[in-house]
């Protein structure tokens, strides 16, 4: 029996998984100050995971980072 291909791949398992672990959650219900230490382990409330994301650049961003490029002077001179 071969391996599936999603497994192979050494970063596979770092993309978004939309279902937590028992841990993950209980460390964010304690972000959230919505769990202490005498809970119960079992039956913990939901916990909304969202994707964040970070490092997009907004339309704006994009366009100042391309009108200083095009103004630097090392930009416009040719390579030889």
């Known amino acids: 029996m071969s391996i599936d291909s ?3 791949i ?7 998984r939309n279902v937590l672990t028992r841990a993950e959650r ?3 219900l304690k972000d ?3 769990w202490s230490e005498g809970d119960s382990l079992l039956g913990l409330p939901k ?3 969202r994707k964040s994301h970070t490092g997009r650049k907004t339309i ?3 366009e100042e980072v391309a009108a200083e490029t095009a ?4 930009a416009t001179a040719e390579k030889p």
Not at 10 to 16: D, E, P, T
Not at 71 to 74: C, F, I, Q, S
């Open 47 to 49: 916990v909304a995971h």
């Open 32 to 34: 959230e100050e919505r």
């Open 26 to 28: 209980i460390e964010q």
């Open 6 to 8: 999603s497994l192979k």
């Open 71 to 74: 103004a630097t002077p090392e």
């Open 60 to 62: 704006k961003e994009e």
């Open 10 to 16: 050494k970063g596979a398992l770092s993309r978004h």
